[in-house]
């Protein structure tokens, strides 16, 4: 069974400071994906940034990349220049094989002004 | 485009009703529908992943006669809670993948469920 672990509940940063929100998965298949998920107060799903295990290059997304160690099944977010409007829920997911994804029990992320 | 909508977004009903929720693919078709719940402060847990025209696959420990999936279109899944009891105030949230798409999961808005 496919695991995903977040083992931050809460993080903090300054506004404009960096961040990394840490993710580790189990899994035993080759070919799968990897998402960041961020929720607002609002509750709507946003997509972040999604990562194809086929691929060793990290995916980047403006202010959002991730640190992608297959080996290690580690799946790390660093958030750049953070703005207050990233404060929210962040949940790591993986998804293999029709579309089962699989959700972390999400990190909350506070902007300090 | 990618739009997901669902309705309502809040509901109160009592304690022994059903409730419907309704989730809908706007601007595309979607192959599969997937019907999740949270309960609050907590992660997004799978209940059951539905095809257009087929019965649903529902997530161990889910009840199937309570939680009944219908997916009639390419466009739209319902949700019904029947017999509704308080420990199913949750928030549910459905995605939908593209017909011909990169199997990414757009999400609707949610719908907060409270029973009375």
Redesign the interface.
Known sequence: AQTVTQSQPEMSVQEAETVTLSCTYDTSENNY?LFW?KQPP????I?VI?QEAYKQQNATENRFSVNFQKAAKSFSLKISDSQLGDTAMY?CAF?YN?????????TRLTVKP | GAVVSQHPSWVICKSGTSVKIECRSLDFQATTMFWYRQFPKQSLMLMATSNEGSKATYEQGVEKDKFLINHASLTLSTLTVTSAHPEDSSFYICSATRLAGNYEQYFGPGTRLTVT
């Open positions: 994906y998920y609002s509750r709507q799903m997509l999604r949940f998804e029709n579309n089962d994804m699989r959700f972390g029990a999400g």
